[in-house]
């Protein structure tokens, strides 16, 4: 599994970073926004034996619900912005914008 950013992505994480700091994703899985990225301070989200660290984006830990992540294991993603304001705690909802995931399967 490889986690990358669009330039978009890392030009908003690059914003928040400079308002709240190092950074710190997490994606769950679950269902509504649980679907979606997740972006808080760092060490704000409290993980735990059931999330795995499956890479970095943009500098910043990337953490997936192990569950998810037995799922998706063979999955690239590219972590993109779009606009609009989802219903989620995630850092980026006050800015007008929400994290995406974009996958593909991962070339053999």
Same mark, same amino acid.
């Given at each position: 599994?490889?986690? !990358?950013? !669009?330039?978009? #992505? ?6 928040? @970073?400079? /308002?709240?700091?190092? %950074? ?7 269902? #509504? ?5 997740? +972006?808080?301070?760092?060490? *704000? ?10 890479? *970095?984006?943009?500098? +910043?830990?990337?953490?997936?619900? /192990?569950?998810?992540? /037995? ?5 690239? %993603? !590219? ?5 609009? @304001? ?5 850092? *980026?909802?006050?800015?007008?914008? @929400?994290?995406?995931? @974009?996958?593909?399967? #991962?070339?053999?």
């Amino acid at each position: 599994m490889n986690v !990358t950013a !669009t330039e978009s #992505c890392k030009e908003l994480i690059e914003l928040l @970073r400079s /308002k709240h700091g190092e %950074l710190m994703f997490h994606l769950s899985g679950g269902c #509504c926004d649980g679907s979606s990225p997740m +972006c808080y301070p760092l060490g *704000e989200f409290k993980v735990g034996g059931q999330d795995v660290l499956v890479g *970095e984006l943009s500098g +910043c830990p990337f953490y997936m619900g /192990k569950p998810q992540y /037995k799922l998706w294991q063979h999955t690239d %993603l !590219t972590i993109d912005v779009v606009d609009g @304001r989802g219903a989620s705690f995630s850092l *980026e909802i006050p800015e007008g914008k @929400r994290f995406i995931v @974009r996958s593909e399967v #991962c070339a053999v």
